[in-house]
């Protein structure tokens, strides 16, 4: 129905443009002095600023801004949005990079064209295809009902706070529907898996490694934490079982440190020690139930190792609660994707869920705004050395992000 324009749509502006994006270096440090999205932040206005959108630069911290943009109909209607992210993860050792990390190099590969560097994958080449969708409806002068919103935060790979400020300032409330522009390989995810982050500190009492006894040594008491950590992972992969498009659940133990502050020595017992836990979540499992079930892990523990040489004292710390989403295939926004795929690819799509949280999460949970994700990339490269997309793959769906838009606003 609206095939016709895509002849508006900007191939080699795409890519030019995801090239532009990788080459700015959108790592946040907080250790270091101008490490974060602002460079990135600058490109994109300026950008969006030359194609006549209507366009906010809203900070949410010192040198950290979201741009806000948008596209407005003729005629009122709903709000669409489309989301990607400005930040990116580290590039970890570069010697191990074959490829520069912030060259946007194109390298043919098994008769495809790739660009290599990290945000090719994660996510700066949907973002270019969302603002070039949006674009082509602008340069067709095609009618439609209603709002293009484009919303670029910052820190999706950190604690969220750039989608976060943009729900509480008031940019979501008229949304209807959003698209969520994350590497899914095209596939259409109704599903995100829901995040918790939790910190459990051991609290024990310093002593010389050669008289053990005449101290606490909290490493015990974390050990036996995992141990009880795996077996409630296993209770809750046989109790809800694999989920069709997420998969399982996990309880993964990611980083230990001990003691807390101060040099660690091989001859001195630790005061403490702490191990953090990222859990993922399907449905049918409840967040405040896992925390209520790990409480009672450190209760049940405590009572079992009350004396002081090998006592267990521990007390749990949640960093960040990111529930499990779903929405429904019959949701408008989730059928104007399907329509547009089917129009691009000539295929039916399929459909998945997205193994890790993303800002949708917050945008559905928070808002109650339907979210479907999608986008081009593998979903095994982000934060991979060597981080790479397919060119033709990034075109496809800046076409299918077009066409979702015409079809979703114009019903």
Not at 47 to 70: Q, T
Not at 89 to 112: A, H, R, T
Not at 156 to 176: L, N, P, Q, T
Request: hydrophobic share 40%; aromatic share 10%; with cysteine.
């Amino acid at each position: 129905m609206y095939k016709d324009v895509l002849r508006f749509f900007d191939e080699e502006g795409l890519i030019k443009c995801t090239q532009n994006l990788v080459r700015i270096n959108s790592v946040f440090d907080s250790d270091v002095e101008g490490a974060n999205e602002s460079r990135v932040t600058e490109y994109l206005e300026n950008l969006l600023h030359k194609e006549g959108f209507e366009v906010h630069v809203d900070e949410v911290v010192p040198g950290r801004s979201n741009v806000v943009a948008f596209l407005r109909g003729k005629e009122p209607g709903k709000t669409l949005l489309f989301e990607g992210h400005q930040d990116v993860v580290s590039i970890g050792d570069p010697q191990k990079w074959k490829y520069d990390p912030f060259g946007g190099e194109i390298v043919e590969v098994d008769g495809k064209k790739r660009m290599y560097g990290r945000g090719t994958n994660d996510t700066k080449g949907n973002t270019a295809a969302a603002f070039f969708a949006a674009k082509t409806i602008k340069d067709s002068g095609i009618p439609f009902k209603g709002n293009i919103l484009l919303c670029f935060p910052v820190d999706e790979e950190g604690s969220m706070i750039g989608i976060k400020d943009f729900i509480e300032k008031g940019w979501a409330d008229d949304v209807d529907g959003a698209i969520i522009c994350e590497p899914e390989e095209k596939n259409l995810c109704i599903f995100q898996k829901g995040a918790m982050r939790i910190k459990v500190t051991f609290q024990g009492a310093q002593a010389h490694g050669c008289m053990p006894l005449s101290g606490v040594n909290p490493n015990w008491a974390l050990m036996r934490f995992i141990n009880e950590i795996k077996h409630l992972e296993n209770f809750e992969k046989d109790r809800v079982m694999r989920h069709d498009y997420l998969g399982w659940p996990s309880i993964t133990p990611t980083m230990i440190k001990a003691p807390l502050e101060g040099v660690a020595q091989i001859n001195v017992i630790p005061d403490d020690c702490y191990v953090t836990l990222d859990i993922r979540t399907v449905p049918n499992q409840n967040h405040e139930a896992l925390v209520r079930q790990i409480q009672g892990i450190i209760d049940r523990l405590s009572h079992q190792y009350p004396d002081d040489y090998d006592r267990f004292a521990a007390f749990i710390e949640i960093i960040d609660d990111r529930p499990w989403t779903e929405v429904p295939k019959e949701e408008p926004v989730v059928k104007a994707v399907d329509l547009a795929f089917r129009e691009v690819m000539g295929s039916e799509p399929k459909y998945n869920g997205v193994p890790g949280a993303t800002d949708g999460t917050f945008l559905q949970v928070r808002k109650g705004i339907p979210v479907i994700v999608t986008g081009a990339g593998d979903r095994e490269v982000p934060h991979h050395v060597d981080e790479w997309v397919e060119l033709d793959d990034l075109i496809e769906v800046g076409k299918i992000y077009t066409l979702a838009a015409l079809y979703y606003l114009n019903e």
